[in-house]
């Protein structure tokens, strides 16, 4: 429920049922966006798949064993790789700036 001079969110294509009475906007039945017959403005790429997002919104999620930028990656994520290198790079930036900073340190 809205007030009556806002709209649904999403708009009202959004929602099966809107009623309009003299304070309020009632929107019921949101609309899933990914069955509908309309064309979506932002079809999902290949390997990928739509799920509603909210009222009026999708999301494209990439199906299995599929990744990255518009999921045109195949296999999984180097989790691992990425985890290592993130890891490294943060304990020597740490190391570093300690190593420098610690004589500004005052002592008690």
Same mark, same amino acid.
């Given at each position: 429920?809205?007030?009556?001079?806002?709209?649904? *969110? +999403?708009g009202?294509?959004?929602?099966? /049922?809107?009623?309009?009475?003299?304070?309020?906007? =009632?929107?019921? &039945?949101?609309?899933?966006?990914?069955?509908?017959?309309?064309?979506?403005?932002?079809?999902?790429?290949?390997?990928?798949?739509?799920?509603?997002?909210? *009222? +009026?919104?999708?999301?494209c999620?990439? /199906?299995?064993l599929?990744?990255?930028?518009?999921? =045109?990656?195949? &296999?999984?994520?180097?989790?691992?790789?990425?985890?290592?290198?993130?890891?490294?790079?943060?304990?020597?930036?740490?190391?570093?700036?300690?190593?420098?900073?610690?004589?500004?340190?005052?002592?008690?």
């Open positions: 429920a809205v007030p009556s001079t806002l709209e649904c *969110p +999403g009202s294509d959004s929602w099966q /049922d809107v009623t309009v009475d003299s304070s309020s906007r =009632l929107c019921q &039945g949101q609309r899933n966006p990914c069955n509908s017959s309309a064309e979506l403005a932002w079809p999902c790429p290949e390997n990928s798949v739509c799920v509603p997002d909210g *009222p +009026g919104l999708i999301q999620l990439c /199906d299995k599929f990744h990255g930028y518009k999921c =045109l990656r195949e &296999g999984t994520f180097p989790l691992l790789l990425f985890g290592g290198i993130l890891g490294t790079a943060t304990v020597s930036l740490s190391l570093l700036l300690w190593g420098t900073q610690r004589r500004k340190a005052k002592t008690p």
